[in-house]
């Protein structure tokens, strides 16, 4: 178990003799830190990437991960998690790349242009989001365990499914703090009725989706804020400036091309999203981000634009490699 009141000093005394001196809180979270980095991130046996002195990527199944790791131990979780569980399966991805059947459908073109393919949430069965309700149970529970007192966990949804996911936090232990909104032009819904569009023309099954919840959850306090705060580093949301706290309201383009290129999955989230959410984790800037599901590793790449400590896990090989080429150009980048 983590906790950043063992971080003391050896400082000696008039006889020399060496006695533990009481630091101030904030030097004891940060000498605790360092240590403490050290340690997690050369738990397990799974294959990792150092990326950088304060990055690590480990090619790893999230829920496997996080009960490897000791209780009290991570600060924040950013993450955009699988909703279909099947849309990362080998059978469905090489769905994706033939361009037809499956989970992934290519958006209507309207311009001329070709879409990238989205995953189509409407097409899960009962079972498939009974399944998926247990999977978020299985993450939260190891989020729970993991995360240190007051720790957030932001967690991307979409409008669909976030009741389902969201419920399984907090049935887990979690509080609720609020969703983020990620204001964003989609592709997503506003269709005409399939085969029959001429016939309804004034009809769409669903909105266009303009939007994109990010759940906000916090492990349970221990004493009030500020005393979590000066234990544990955690508790609170860092302020944009010290006159301008997160909103809960974030306009944002879709990822740009630029991005894409340098690392092109097909979840892949906005820097200029990441970074703001990222930064806000920590409330001190001190502690260690972790993201189950990190894909390309925008979330890890972020973390290295604000500064901040940063381990990825992903099931995927492939993207594992991806984030390794992608994030040095991908944290570089001006927002
Ligand atoms: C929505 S994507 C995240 C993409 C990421 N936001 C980015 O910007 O690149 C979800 C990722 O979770 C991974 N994944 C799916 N199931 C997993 C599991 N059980 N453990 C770890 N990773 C998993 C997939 O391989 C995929 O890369």
Redesign the pocket.
């Given at each position: 178990m983590y906790s950043t009141e063992r971080a003391g000093i050896a400082a000696k005394t008039k006889r020399g003799k060496k006695q533990q001196q009481p630091l101030a809180w904030r030097e004891q979270l940060e000498a605790g830190q360092i240590k403490h980095w050290k340690k997690v991130r050369e738990i397990g046996d799974e294959i990792r990437f150092h990326l950088s002195d304060r990055t690590t990527y480990i090619h790893?199944?999230?829920?496997h991960f996080l009960a490897e790791l000791p209780p009290n131990s991570i600060h924040a979780i950013v993450t955009?998690?699988?909703y279909g569980?099947i849309e990362?399966e080998e059978k469905h991805l090489q769905k994706r790349k033939a361009g037809s059947g499956g989970v992934w459908r290519v958006p209507p073109s309207f311009d001329g242009s070709t879409r990238a393919p989205l995953p189509r949430f409407t097409v899960l069965s009962g079972d498939e989001i009974n399944q998926l309700h247990t999977f978020f149970s299985a993450v939260a529970y190891g989020a729970l365990r993991a995360l240190v007192p007051g720790g957030h966990v932001f967690i991307?949804s979409n409008p669909l499914l976030s009741s389902m996911c969201f419920h399984a936090f907090q049935e887990a232990g979690f509080e609720k703090r609020g969703e983020i909104i990620r204001q964003v032009q989609t592709l997503r819904g506003g269709y005409k009725p399939k085969g029959a569009e001429a016939e309804f023309p004034d009809v769409s099954v669903m909105p266009r989706s303009c939007w994109e919840p990010w759940g906000m959850f916090r492990k349970p306090l221990i004493g009030t804020v500020s005393e979590n705060l000066k234990t544990w580093g955690t508790g609170g949301l860092r302020r944009a400036t010290p006159d301008e706290p997160l909103r809960d309201l974030i306009p944002c383009y879709p990822t740009r091309g630029t991005e894409r290129k340098i690392?092109p999955?097909p979840?892949?989230?906005p820097q200029r999203f990441m970074r703001q959410i990222v930064r806000a984790a920590l409330p001190l800037g001190v502690g260690i981000v972790y993201d189950?599901?990190?894909?390309?590793?925008?979330?890890l790449a972020a973390a290295a634009a604000v500064g901040y400590h940063a381990i990825g896990?992903?099931?995927?090989l492939e993207?594992v490699e991806m984030a390794r080429h992608a994030f040095a150009p991908l944290s570089a980048l001006k927002v």
């Open positions: 790893d199944d999230a829920v955009d998690p699988p569980l990362y991307a690392a999955h979840s892949l989230k189950p599901f990190a894909g390309s590793g925008s979330t896990t992903d099931r995927s993207y």
